[in-house]
């Protein structure tokens, strides 16, 4: 189905914010997420929200093979990580590298998009 051009605008805008929390340091993710348990919104903003919205851009061509590619890995390793309840306080956020790893791939998404 096609969209329209400011609809992706918005899409691939929603996206990079979401990279960019997901990316951003462990304290800075506590203090912006300090109302909601911060591991479970990490994971659930990344998984429900820009991964479905990073599906759809790439089916209108505006995402690449490989960003999404890295979408679904990181996707595949949240998945990994909801196995071990451990991971899922902000204890674990600060201090896991389960969570650095994430960051890191984030990261590496992210710089796929000129940020």
Known sequence: MARDVEDL???HKRVIENLEEFSMSAEQQIEKLKRFDVADELASDFSDIALEYAKILF???WLTEEQLKLFLEIDKKLDKMSMNKDLWSNEAVKSNNEWEECRTRGKELLATFGY
């Open 59 to 61: 089916d209108q061509d």
């Open 9 to 11: 605008m918005l899409l």
